[in-house]
């Protein structure tokens, strides 16, 4: 290299001299501004990959929440019977005497857009057990909606017996057979 290059001027020296430096500076800027992106990238990709166990959970709670459905997924009839025995043990948990159990078939409702069971039920017993069985049916894993009640009194001596006449429509209930869950 010919030495007589610097000896044009101060400008030019400097310019040997700091170019090199201004170079070297502005590449590893760009680095860093690469590798904190990158790293920034990395970090999210690394707290989206811890939320996807919690997610797959979330996941097969619902999955096991829909299997529990009112029919099953090929469309075919509600587990009437399931449904049935299901009511009958609460009530005789609760001691209240179930007079009336109807179900109508499975429709979709106005304002729905899964298909529900209708059920309605004529009940008698004093008010604190129908309040604890009521209390029982309308646990929100059940998924049912209370549409009408009528509550009267049918007998006051020796002991108040109320009656009631309900009318819900369920969308999901416990089944014996699930596994995880037990029948009330």
Not at 128 to 156: C, F, I, K, Y
Request: aromatic share 10%; proline share 7%.
């Amino acid at each position: 290299m010919d030495v007589g290059i610097f000896n044009r001027g101060r400008f030019i020296f400097w310019c040997w001299l700091l170019a090199p430096v201004l170079l070297i500076g502005a590449v590893q800027g760009a680095v860093f501004l690469y590798s904190r992106s990158t790293a920034e990238t990395l970090a999210h990709r690394r707290t989206s990959l811890q939320v996807i166990p919690e997610l797959r959970d979330k996941a097969a709670a619902v999955d096991g929440l829909l299997k529990h459905f009112a029919f099953d997924r090929n469309g075919a009839t509600p587990t009437v019977e399931v449904l049935s025995s299901w009511i009958n043990d609460c009530t005789q948990r609760h001691g209240v005497s179930l007079n009336l159990l109807v179900f109508q078939p499975p429709k979709v409702e106005p304002g729905d857009t899964v298909p529900a069971v209708k059920v309605e039920m004529e009940c008698e017993g004093g008010w604190v057990p129908l309040l604890s069985w009521l209390n029982e049916m309308r646990r929100p894993e059940n998924l049912l909606v209370l549409d009408g009640a009528v509550v009267r009194l049918t007998q006051s001596s020796p002991t108040v017996v109320y009656g009631v006449k309900l009318l819900f429509r369920f969308y999901a209930f416990p089944a014996v057979d699930s596994p995880g869950r037990t029948a009330p």
